[in-house]
């Protein structure tokens, strides 16, 4: 069983290095099991450490717990206009300190029932918990986020066509209308684009939201920043564009044609991708594409 163990963790391992093709909640995710691995294996070596077992349900729990309180409390204070204003580092700071303050009663509590400490579960211990989270955790939350805050690009597919899908009228495949292109032309004033490496900007295909993340996709590839989904819409305003989902926005010049997938649809864009469609929105949108045309 443990073989078996160090085997899945070099494969979670190997699977970092072409981080590409990883969406950001697998990568987070990965990596806090990863390392809650790494330190059961430590400590379950150690003189009078627990079992094997026991020491990795004790770390999965120190490891994920965190990361999942440091993704809801990014995404929560992303939601207060201050916060988007300040840098990437600084909010990266304000999310990893508000994760561990979260995290403080719970590492006690696991410490309590897991490893039977006989710790009271008073504000001076949690203050004293925080105090010895804080950096530690921050650190990690830092350092996992920077490839992307120094801006990795990610390869990435479009969502693969069903076999039952259902096509419905949509408007012939053209070319951009010049109104379209001129206002594309001015993407590299918007704000968004300065944290995207020069050579993969262009004309923005889509936006995707994930998790605390966008990805931009351009005619020159893929790339995810640190950044809100609404605040890039709003730079974006020159650009004739519809947001067909509540994680997904697509300029219309790049949208060749609407179908059906299930209850939902789908958008086909011209570098091959598809994006989705809410329901309540599909005819909208094959109105404005045929307006478009």
Known sequence: MGRFLYEWADRAVTALTDIGDLSPRRYFFTIAVVLGLLFAFTTSDDQGGPGLFHSLLLWQLQSCLPMALLLIAHMG???????????????????????????SPLALLIDVVLMGDDEALSLSEMAGEFWNLWPPV??????????????????????????????????????????????????????????????????????????HYLAVITERGRSLILYNLRDAIAELSAVPGLQTHRSHWIALSQATRVRRLGRQGVVEMRNGDEVPVSRRRIDEVRRLLESHA
Do not use: H
């Open 77 to 103: 204070w992303s939601r207060f206009r201050w916060f988007e204003k300040t840098g990437p580092w600084v909010q990266l700071l304000v999310s990893g300190m508000t994760g561990s303050l979260l995290f």
């Open 138 to 211: 921050t650190l990690t939350w830092l350092a996992i986020n920077a490839p992307f805050v120094f801006g990795l690009r990610l390869r990435g597919a479009g969502v693969s066509s069903a076999d039952d899908t259902v096509p419905v009228d949509s408007p012939e495949e053209g070319s951009p209308s010049p109104g379209m292109l001129a206002a594309e032309r001015g993407l590299e004033t918007v704000p968004f684009m300065s944290l995207i490496a020069p050579d993969m900007r262009g004309s923005v295909l889509y936006l995707q939201a994930e998790l």
